[in-house]
C-alpha cells in the first residue's frame, strides 16, 4: 500500500517511513502541511499518517482538503495534545482513527493494518491485471476469460499480489500478510502455493508456453505479477468449456 | 489567569514537547530490535542517544517554565 508521513519531526517522520517500509509499504515522507497535499496530488496515497501540529498549513487544515479533493485516501492521525475536542473535530473531518504520542511503533503498524483492512472491503471487488479478472465478492477468477479453481488459500496469495500492482511481494511479506505467520515459519511454503497457483492459472489456458507464467520470480526476493503487457492473452472462445483439439 | 491555570498550561505544553522525541525513542528502537543485525542495532542504539539528549532538553523546559511560575504571585 501507499503511505504518506506527515511529520514535522524529522527524526520521528523518517523512523515512521522507515518502519512502515520494513512493513513493506510503499512509504514517502514530507514535514508540513503544504508539501502533504502537494504530494498526495501528485501520488494519492492509500493512506496518510498525518501529524495535526505542521508548519504552513496544520492538520486539520489539510484533512479539511483531503476530505475535498481526496476522499478515498484513509488518514490516520497523530497527536501529542489529549483534548477531546480536538479528536472529535478531526474524525467529523474524515480522519478513520487517532493515535496520541508517545505511541508504540507496532501500535501505529497495527492500527494502519486495521485501516487498510476496513478499506479493503469497502474497495471495488473487481482486481483485474492482464489476463486475470477477480472478483472478490464472488470469489471467482478468470484466466483469458475461464474459471480457474483456487483454494482460500490460492485465493487470498493471488489477491495479495493483484493488489500490489505488479511490484515485487517479499516471501516473508506474503508470510506475513497472506498466512499471518513469522518469518521463522520458513518461505517454502510460499513456494509450493505459487507453484500451484501456476499450475492452476496456466492449466486453463492450453496456448501458455512453460515460462509464460503470470506470476513471476524476483531472484532472491519473492514474487509479481508479470508486466501485463508481455501477459496479455486473447480472450479463448468457448470460455468455461474444454477447447477442442487443435485450437 | 489563575496561578493554578498558569501550572496546567505550561505542564500541557511541557508534556507536549516531550511526547515527541519520546515516541521517536520508543519507534526506533523498536526498529532497531526488528532489524536483528548487529549494524543497524548499533545505529538505533546512536539515534535513540540522540533522542535522549532532546528528552533531557524537553525536561529541562518544563522545569523552567514551572519555576517561571513559582515565581508569579497569584
Known sequence: MRVLV???DRALGLFLQKGLKL????????????????RAAERPPDLMVLDLSLPQ?????????????????????????????????????????FLMKPFSFHELSARCRAILRRRERFANPVLRW???DMNRTERTVFHAGRAVELTVREFALLEFLLRRGGECCTRSELLREVWQAAPEVGANVVDVYITYLRRKLAAVVPVMEAGDSVIETVRGLGYRMRSSRTTEIPLLPFAGQPLAKGA | MTLRDRYVREMEQGLHDLCQPVTSLQCRLELGRMADDEASLREAVDESLQETRRIFAAIAGIRERLLGCAGEKE
Open chain 1, 6 to 8: 506527515v511529520e514535522d
Open chain 1, 23 to 38: 512493513e513493506g509499504h510503499d512509504v514517502d515522507w514530507v514535514g508540513d502541511g503544504e508539501s502533504a497535499l502537494e
Open chain 1, 57 to 97: 498549513r496544520d492538520g486539520t487544515e489539510v484533512l479539511e482538503e483531503m476530505q475535498e479533493r481526496l476522499a478515498e485516501t484513509s488518514v490516520l492521525v497523530l497527536t501529542g495534545r489529549s483534548e477531546i475536542e480536538e479528536r472529535v473535530r478531526c474524525l467529523n473531518l474524515g480522519a478513520d482513527d
Open chain 1, 130 to 132: 492482464g489476463s486475470i
